[in-house]
């Protein structure tokens, strides 16, 4: 089975879709007509794989980590996305998106986010290409991630709280949707991570691809052979996952492992377990897992992640679930702090957050001595150091 692009509607398995007001029909006709031209396009490829090279800072490094390798008795490698311009892997996405709304035309930039690093990314690539930036944010998330929301403001983007639901990223998500139905001309609505109406889940996988295509090249060299025994990956609506996972599925021998938010645990009614707790239903656009009361009311989020703390998961990843391509942990709060403190303390790394929760696996799962596993760190926690320090 082909695991890693959708159908020409946008379907993984039952899972995908373009699910839209009519008003949103144009912007996302045009998109889905003219995304794989331009993005594959010699033009295109040449300044998006400069960019990434000398802007971003790419190839990110396959980190061999000696000491947590020793305490779990495998063999651990961690992809450095941390180590990207902005601090995580969402720029990978941002600047491929804007350089396409560039391409398309548009002059107004809006995007939604949860954790910070995703509008953070989207307003240092506006700054650098020159177009106006929105950001639609949730108001606990301004509040929790204040860093970036400075770093936000002083790249020169317009930050909108989101005061509904939550007041976490579904309800930046419903903003920025929004806004783009009143502005459908103008604006290029850059998502965040692998949901929303096709062909978003297939656009971001494909910008986040870069991932797992330096993972191949990095594990060759290093180990002989170019597929790991294990990648994991946390998944809030699947981005870094989708990246970390893409040249794998279709690679029967690797193990492909998904860690999701466990909040306060599973049945505390306070978590973002989607796989665990979803059921079919529509979410911005797309049909996939969504947390949902029986009469399709979403059930609000908790993750101590703002970057987890979402209701859905990307159609990609539900067709993962579905078929048992991918095993699902949920990993609490709690443990995704021990992780966290674990990984500072023996290897001088402190992750984000998020992060945290594919580490977390760690204490979940048992390897053999043998066992390559690569571990995607999709972010660094400065964003997250309030946090900490309340736990430490
Ligand atoms: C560092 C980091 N990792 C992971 C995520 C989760 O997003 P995704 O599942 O799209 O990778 C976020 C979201 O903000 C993030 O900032």
Redesign the pocket.
């Known amino acids: 089975m082909n695991y890693k692009n959708p159908d020409e509607y946008g379907y993984y398995g039952e899972f995908g879709g373009a699910f839209i007001p009519e008003m949103l029909y144009p912007n996302v006709e045009e998109l889905q007509k003219n995304y794989l031209e331009i993005i594959e396009s010699e033009g295109f490829q040449q300044e998006y794989q400069d960019l990434l090279k000398n802007y971003v800072g790419r190839a990110t490094p396959l980190y061999y980590a000696k000491n947590l390798s020793e305490k779990y008795k495998t063999k651990i490698y961690l992809k450095r996305?941390?180590l990207n311009h902005t601090?995580?892997?969402?720029i990978n996405n941002a600047l491929g998106q804007v350089l396409l709304a560039k391409r398309l035309g548009k002059t107004r930039i809006i995007a939604e986010?949860?954790?910070?690093?995703?509008g953070v990314a989207t307003a240092t690539a506006c700054a650098l290409l020159g177009l106006e930036c929105i950001v639609y944010m949730g108001e606990i998330d301004i509040q929790r991630q204040a860093p970036n929301v400075a770093r936000m403001k002083m790249l020169g983007a317009r930050i909108i709280p989101a005061t509904s639901g939550s007041k976490t990223?579904k309800d930046a998500v419903n903003e920025a949707l929004r806004d783009w139905i009143n502005n459908p001309v103008t604006t290029h609505y850059v998502i965040?991570?692998?949901?929303g109406p096709h062909p978003f889940p297939d656009l971001?996988a494909r910008f986040?691809s870069v991932i797992s295509k330096e993972i191949k090249e990095q594990l060759l060299i290093q180990t002989g052979n170019e597929n790991p025994d294990y990648i994991i990956?946390?998944?809030?609506?699947?981005?870094?996952?989708?990246?970390a996972f893409y040249h794998f599925v279709n690679e029967k021998e690797v193990k492909i492992i998904a860690a999701e938010a466990g909040g306060f645990g599973i049945e505390s009614g306070k978590s973002a377990a989607t796989t665990f707790l979803g059921t079919l239903g529509v979410l911005h656009g797309s049909k996939s897992l969504v947390m949902q009361t029986e009469d399709g009311q979403v059930i609000e989020p908790h993750s101590i992640?703002?970057?987890?703390d979402?209701p859905g998961i990307?159609p990609f990843h539900a067709h993962l679930f579905k078929e048992k391509r991918a095993e699902f942990f949920s990993i609490n709060d709690e443990e995704a702090l021990q992780s966290a403190f674990e990984l500072t303390k023996l290897e001088g790394i402190i992750?984000?957050?998020?992060?945290a929760?594919a580490l977390a696996v760690l204490d979940k799962k048992e390897f053999n001595e043998n066992d390559n596993v690569v571990i995607c760190l999709?972010?660094?926690g400065d964003?997250d150091m309030e946090t900490y320090l309340k736990h430490l």
């Open positions: 996305e941390d601090g995580a892997h969402k986010t949860g954790a910070g690093q995703h990223l965040g991570s692998v949901v971001v986040q990956a946390c998944v809030g609506g699947g981005s870094n996952a989708a990246g992640s703002a970057g987890l979402y990307g992750p984000a957050l998020e992060s929760h999709s972010g660094r964003k």
